[in-house]
Structures are given as structure tokens and as C-alpha cells.
């Protein structure tokens, strides 16, 4: 079906009129611009800025589009059949990686989350290693050790969740930070590792701390925080923002504020005094307001190493003190590099010789190690007034071919390494002290490392893995008692996971390259049923990312599974450029001034299906989540008209002349460029911005654009205001123009399960009904 044709249920005679949104003709706001001096863009929606918790208008307006969807999914046939589908395919058990916490190997505790299948949180549970040792007998069909901590309890409705954690050195204190509706703002909390979490207390506020049994201390104005314990278990190092702005009222709504990030101190907190006495490590820096602080204490802790981050690329400045000092602004520094040219990722210390892993003068990164000199240590009022950089030698030179992604030391000298060659990772061990490589650990893997668990001090390593027709599974690698440093471990499957509505062995998975339109090689994965005939007739379900030096590589989805299995459709996982693929170089081949090379890598893949007759004409599904929601909707704007069935476009950043004004966004001038500072970036950004390229002359596909309320990552204005201007210039569109707005609900993480299937289903229904999709019996 092309989109040239109306939409079953959509016809002129049947579609209902959009929610009317008023449309300002007097607010502009005026960029300078390198072609023509200055430009004076039109601002309709600017109302639309203005969160619903804070606008009758806004308020209003959401729930206009929320019937209007509605209305819409009623007409959706297959949708309860869909859902049941999803739901079953959801309802398999989920198990991380265990991971042992505590010096003593003996006493020591392991630690892994555990789903049964729909419940809204995981669950941590802790076991002994003989109980782990027990349950490697059985490949761990249920879960082992004792219910320790329980998510689920946090709130009944599942929209309290844990954001992350750190375990004290010890193993004997958790520091945890919670997250409400999936805000990026959490509470950082303290629990003694006796204590347990499988009762919830009466009081809803008690409840979503995790219990009267955690410790006093509490940390709030806390987000994009690491969280690190001294090797003492008697404080941790955070970074926290300024108190928030309060109403008329007196009240703040964090999670559903517009405000810019900025003004981050790096702080230190010790167990049992108050957050208003935790001492100050470093201030704001008043050039860059936005800058965030990273810190880490070092495997002996001896040291602290600390990153200075301005954007989200990742080069920082990198400062080292000695931890054998009191702890405040007066503390002596050792500057590692003092620009934003490159990254030093700590890896581990022996003495005074650091290894990192780096991007300096390595667009696939290596491992170098450096002396430190602590003589050169300099107390200065600020750290960044320090200059110098750290002496590199090679220790894992660059691989050209293939990015090296990840580093884990285990067993006092193996380097773990994670290499991802076309996409698909290779695990590779190393000696630490030399460099050599000592051989490839789980030779037959084809997919995605997605844990690898262990530490110096431990003989084992635990490593999740998974594929797109594979839910994964979990390969224990354990090294003899006194094992030289060229010694390999021994491999045994530790846990298997099995969905038992989708059978691999009814599916083909499998990657194929296509050239975009500069003739760049671009690798895409397909995965479809082994009776779908690939003779043009086929829907396709296009997903890509394409930023932030972030690679999309395989990794198993019930929702797309399941919609491959129901209506014989492919997946097509498209590695864009502006991605983390191929290195930085696949980076910078997708940001800034090239970032519509993106957008011509998932057309280009779009024309690949159509002409290889994986996919027809019209029934490709383009889709992309926050920087992959940008994507999808300037593919809907860019594409032939005809190419496309429908663009699902999730928490996308579609306004890219403002976005830097909101929450989160200052940090994305690194891909995106400054609209409002650079001349040649507003041109550029203009020209390809979804909210100023709507082409009311063309016939849109089918577009659902998605967005929460609690979205402090990408707000939702700029959903609020994309679905305003397509709708008003596209009243006609012989295809649905749809937002679904999720309460409660924000960027994506800590949604609960339930949410998450809802989503989908809506999801996946609308895209079915818009395009006149048959369902089918699922393969065998």
C-alpha cells in the first residue's frame, strides 16, 4: 500500500478534524546566519513549551491528542489479540550476570536481578557461591540465594525504580539512587547489606526509599551522577546540582521542568552526617556551567581520578589526587590531560603505573599506561587551572579494523577485552602487564556482549550475551588457583534463556552491507521469518540511531519479535553513521555538519529493502528513539513520497534551533553544533530541523510520535510541538498524524513492564491498522 492512498478508517469521509492548537503569528526569535546575516524564524508553539503541570493551554492540548489517539486504537482489530501476544512473549525469566561483592572469596556475596517475566521491577537477589555453585547444575531455572531487595516494592504502580548502585568496597554498605516516573533526577540512599527489602511498608514515601531499614543519610538534587565509595566504606564521592526553583506555591516539579542543567559540584559524602555537611571536592567552573564531574577511586584506593565532562563527546579533562590527604578545595592535583581533546578511561593501577583506555591519537581506541608523579601534585583554587598532559606508552595498540569497546582486569593480570568487528563483538584476553594477546574467549559467539561481571581480586568472570533471535545467555569463565597471566579459563554455560513464543529456529538473522548516497558502505542487520518470501510484498520494520558515538548492535526485543512473528514482516537494523560502529570516525561522519549523512544512510536503506524485494514499497516502518526520533522524523520530511508507510518517531529531538535551552540539551551541542552561537549551524540545523521542514505539498505516511511527561532527558515540548505543526499544515494527510503522550512516564528507563508492553501494543497497532497489516499464526 503506498502512502499515497488514504489510511483504512482514515478516508476523508471518516477522519476526524485535529485538535485545534492556537498558532501564535508575532513570536520570532532571530539567529544569526552565515548565508543571510540574520534570519527571523517563526515561532508558533512557543506556548507549547510550557509543561501541562504548569498550562491549562498545555494540559488541554495533551489531552486533545490523547482522545484523538484513542479514538483511533479503538479502531485497531488485532490490537487485544497483539497484546496477548506480546504479553506472553514478555513472560520469560530475566536474569543479570552475578557479580561477587566483598574481599574474602569464601565470604564474599553474589549479587544478580532476576524477573520472572511480568513483573514491573527486577529484583536483586543474594547468594553464596554455593548456592551459585548449586544452581550452575541445573543452568539456573529458577532463581538462587535469598530475595534481597525488591524493586516492586518501591511503588505499587511500578513507576519507582532503581536508577543505579554501587556496593562499598566491603561488600558490607549499598549506596542506591532512585528514580520516580522515570525522571533523571534521583535520591541516592544507604542500606547495611544485612538488611533486606521484601516488605514494603504502609507509607507510599517510606516505600519508595526501600524501607525503614536503610541508613539515615540522604542525598537529593542528584542526576547524571557516578557514585563512588572510598575503599574505608566511609563515604562516597556524587555530583549534585543547586536546590530547585520553587513556585508561587512553594513546591517544585522536578522531572517536569524545562530548565537547563548546569552549575554541578563534585561532592564527598561521609556515612551518618547530613547532605548539608558533605564537603565540597570541586566547584562550578563559571566558563562552563554545564560542565559534570565523573569520579573514581583506584583499584588500591590510593587515588582519586576524576573526568571533567562540557558535552556528550567523549573527550574530558582528567585530574588525579591522592586520596592520602584531607579531602576538600585545597586538595593537591595531578593533571592527565587538561583540554578536551581526548578521553582517559580508567582501567586499573599497579603502584604509580595507570592504564586507561583512550581515544588519544586512536579513533578505535587503545590501552596506554602512564607513570604518575606525585611530586607534580599542585593545589590550585580551581583543578582546571592545572596544564599538562600525562606521558602514554602503548600497552594494547589501536586495532584499525575493529573499536575496542570495553576492559575488565579479573584474576590480578588478564585484561578482559571486548572488540566489536562489524558490529558483532569478540572477546579477547590479554596479559596487563605486557600487552600480549593471549587468545579469544567464546570463539562461536555471533551478537552482543551485554555484561561481562568480575573484578582484580576474583578467579571467575561472568558474561551475558545475546542476539536478535536469541534472548541470551550466560557463560561462567573460570580460571585455576594460581593461573599465570597466559593462562586461559574454562568455559561453562552458567544460564539459558528461552521465550516460548519465539523459536530461533524459525527465524533468519543476518547482516548484509548497502551503499548510501555517498557511496559509503553501511552495515544493517535483517531478521525475518524463514517462510516470509522476499518477493517485494513484505512490511519492514526500519529501526536506527545513528549519534553520539552509541552502537546499535544486536540485541533481542520481544515488541519486534513479536511483530515479526504476527505479520511476516523483516527487521532492518540499520548502523547509521554518527554511531560508535566503526570508532570515532564513524562518529564524525554523523554530527554536526554531517549529520544528515544519518538520514541518507536509513533512506538509502529504505530504497536497499525495496530493491532487493526484502520489503514493498509503502510499507516500510521508519523508527527511532531521542536522537533516533530526530532521525525518523527528518526521514519522514526528507524521503521519496511513496517510500515510506509510517514514521514512529519516540522522545525525539525534533526542534533543533531551541534544544539547547532545554534540560539536558546543552550537553548534545557536541553532535548537534549551537544553533544560537554558530552561524553555519543554525543554516545548517534549519535545513534539516523536522519542526521547520514540514512540506505541506506532500502526502505524509502514517506518523505517531511518542513522548512521557516525566521526560527530563528530551522534554516533551518538542513532541508537543511537532505533532501541532504537522497537523496544522497536513489537516488533509490521507494518513493518520498521531501522539501518544505516557504519564508518569519518562526518557525510557525504570519504565515499568506493564508500561512498556502498553506502549508497544499501541504502538505496533496503530502502525498495523495505518498500513492494513494481516495478522498471521506464529511460526513453528
Known amino acids: 500500500m503506498s502512502s499515497n492512498h488514504s489510511a483504512p478508517g482514515w478516508s476523508s469521509e471518516e477522519r476526524p478534524k485535529y485538535p485545534s492548537a492556537r498558532r501564535s503569528a508575532e513570536d520570532k526569535t532571530t539567529y544569526k546566519s552565515a548565508a543571510k546575516g540574520e534570519v527571523a524564524v517563526p515561532e508558533p508553539y512557543l506556548w507549547l513549551e510550557t509543561p501541562p503541570s504548569q498550562s491549562e493551554e498545555t494540559a488541554a492540548f495533551v489531552k486533545a491528542q490523547a482522545e484523538l489517539t484513542s479514538s483511533y486504537l479503538e479502531g485497531c482489530k488485532d490490537r487485544s489479540e497483539f497484546q496477548k501476544r506480546l504479553t506472553d512473549n514478555f513472560s520469560y525469566p530475566r536474569f543479570t550476570a552475578p557479580s561477587r561483592k566483598g574481599n574474602d572469596k569464601k565470604t564474599g556475596s553474589y549479587y544478580y536481578m532476576h524477573n520472572s517475566g511480568l513483573d514491573a521491577q527486577y529484583t536483586m537477589y543474594k547468594a553464596s557461591r554455593a548456592q551459585l555453585e548449586e544452581a550452575e547444575k541445573t543452568k539456573v531455572k529458577s532463581p538462587f540465594g535469598e530475595k534481597w531487595f525488591d524493586q516492586n516494592l518501591l511503588s505499587k504502580d511500578g513507576t519507582v525504580a532503581l536508577n543505579s548502585m554501587a556496593f562499598s568496597k566491603s561488600g558490607n554498605f549499598l549506596a542506591y539512587a532512585i528514580s520516580k516516573s522515570g525522571s533523571d533526577w534521583v535520591t541516592i540512599y544507604f542500606r547495611s547489606t544485612e538488611k533486606v527489602y521484601v516488605e514494603a511498608p504502609s507509607d507510599p514515601d517510606e516505600a519508595a526509599a526501600a524501607g525503614p531499614d536503610r541508613l539515615d543519610d540522604e542525598l537529593s538534587n542528584v542526576k547524571f551522577s557516578s557514585i563512588t565509595w572510598t575503599h574505608d566504606d566511609k563515604g562516597v564521592f556524587y555530583q549534585r546540582y543547586p536546590d530547585p526553583k520553587k513556585d508561587e506555591e512553594g513546591k517544585t516539579k522536578r522531572g517536569q521542568e524545562t530548565d537547563a542543567a548546569r552549575d554541578a559540584r563534585l561532592y564527598y559524602h ?27 577511586v583506584s583499584e588500591d584506593g590510593k587515588w582519586l581520578i576524576v ?22 578545595e585545597k586538595m593537591k592535583w595531578i593533571v592527565l590531560a587538561d583540554d578536551f581533546k581526548y578521553s582517559l578511561e580508567y582501567i586499573t593501577n599497579v603502584g604509580l603505573d595507570f592504564y586507561f583506555r583512550t581515544n588519544r591519537d586512536a579513533q578505535n581506541y587503545r590501552i596506554v599506561k602512564t607513570t604518575l608523579d606525585p611530586s607534580s601534585a599542585k593545589e590550585v583554587s580551581h583543578v582546571t587551572q592545572l596544564k599538562g598532559e600525562a606521558d602514554v606508552i602503548d ?9 575496542l569497546n570495553s576492559v575488565n582486569v579479573v584474576n590480578k593480570d588478564k585484561l578482559l577485552v571486548i572488540y566489536a568487528k562489524d558490529v558483532k563483538d569478540e572477546l579477547w584476553q590479554f596479559e596487563l602487564k605486557t600487552g600480549e594477546r593471549v587468545g579469544r574467549l567464546l570463539p562461536d559467539l555471533v551478537g552482543t556482549i551485554t555484561q561481562l561481571t568480575g573484578r582484580e581480586e576474583d578467579d571467575e568472570s ?52 548497502f551503499k548510501s548516497k555517498d557511496g559509503t558502505k553501511i552495515p544493517m542487520f535483517l531478521t525475518y521469518r524463514k517462510d516470509t518470501k522476499l518477493d517485494g510484498t513484505a512490511p519492514s520494520w526500519l529501526y536506527f540511531y545513528g549519534g553520539f558515538g552509541i552502537s546499535m548492535k544486536p540485541q533481542f526485543s520481544p515488541t519486534l519479535m513479536t ?89 525525539g529531538v525534533h526542534d533543533m534551533l531551541r534544544f539547547w535551552m532545554f534540560t539536558a540539551g546543552k550537553f548534545w551541542t557536541a553532535d548537534y553544533g549551537h544553533p544560537g552561537e554558530d552561524p553555519e549551524i543554525f543554516d545548517y540545523n534549519y535545513g534539516y530541523s523536522p519542526l521547520h521542514n514540514v512540506d505541506a ?32 499544515h497536513l489537516p488533509n494527510n490521507p494518513n493518520p498524524i498521531l501522539a501518544r503522550i505516557e504519564l508518569n512516564a519518562g526518557h525510557g528507563a525504570g519504565k515499568s513492564t506493564q508500561k512498556r508492553i502498553e506502549e508497544a501494543t499501541d504502538k505496533i497497532s496503530i502502525v498495523a491498522r495505518a498500513l492494513d497489516l494481516k495478522m498471521l499464526d506464529v511460526p513453528k
Open 270 to 296: 561521609r556515612l551518618g552526617t547530613k547532605q548539608s555537611e558533605d564537603v565540597l571536592i570541586i566547584d562550578v567552573v563559571p566558563d562552563i556551567p554545564s560542565a559534570l564531574w565523573g569520579a573514581s
Open 307 to 328: 573526568e571533567m565532562s562540557k558535552d556528550t563527546d567523549p573527550k574530558q579533562r582528567t585530574f588525579v589526587a591522592s586520596l592520602d590527604q584531607p579531602l576538600g
Open 395 to 403: 600497552v594494547i595498540p589501536e586495532d584499525k579494523e575493529a573499536p
Open 462 to 513: 561472568f558474561v551475558s550475551t545475546m542476539s536478535f533471535i536469541n534472548p541470551g545467555m550466560q557463560t561462567r569463565l573460570t580460571w585455576k588457583e594460581g593461573s599465570g597471566p597466559r593462562d586461559l579459563p574454562t568455559s561453562t554455560l552458567f544460564q539459558s534463556t528461552v521465550v516460548k513464543g519465539i523459536d530461533p529456529d524459525a527465524f533468519i538473522s543476518k547482516e548484509v552491507f
Open 563 to 651: 511483530w515479526i512473528a504476527s505479520y511476516g514482516g523483516s527487521l532492518a537494523w540499520v548502523n547509521a553513521r554518527g554511531g560508535g560502529e566503526y570508532g570515532d570516525s564513524w562518529h564524525e561522519e554523523g554530527r554536526l555538519l554531517k549529520k544528515r549523512n544519518t538520514f541518507d544512510d536509513a533512506i538509502s536503506a529504505a530504497q536497499y529493502l525495496v530493491d532487493e524485494k526484502i520489503a514493498a514499497e509503502g510499507k516500510i516502518i521508519v523508527n527511532g528513539g531521542s536522537n533516533g526520533g530526530l532521525g525518523a522524523m527528518a526521514v519522514g520530511n526528507r524521503a521519496p513520497q511513496g517510500l515510506l508507510g509510517a514514521v514512529v518517531a519516540e522522545v
Open 697 to 728: 505539498k506532500r502526502v505524509y505516511p502514517t506518523v505517531l510520535l511518542l513522548s512521557a511527561d516525566h521526560d527530563d532527558r528530551v522534554s516533551p515540548l518538542h513532541t508537543f510541538k511537532m505533532t501541532a505543526e504537522l497537523q496544522h
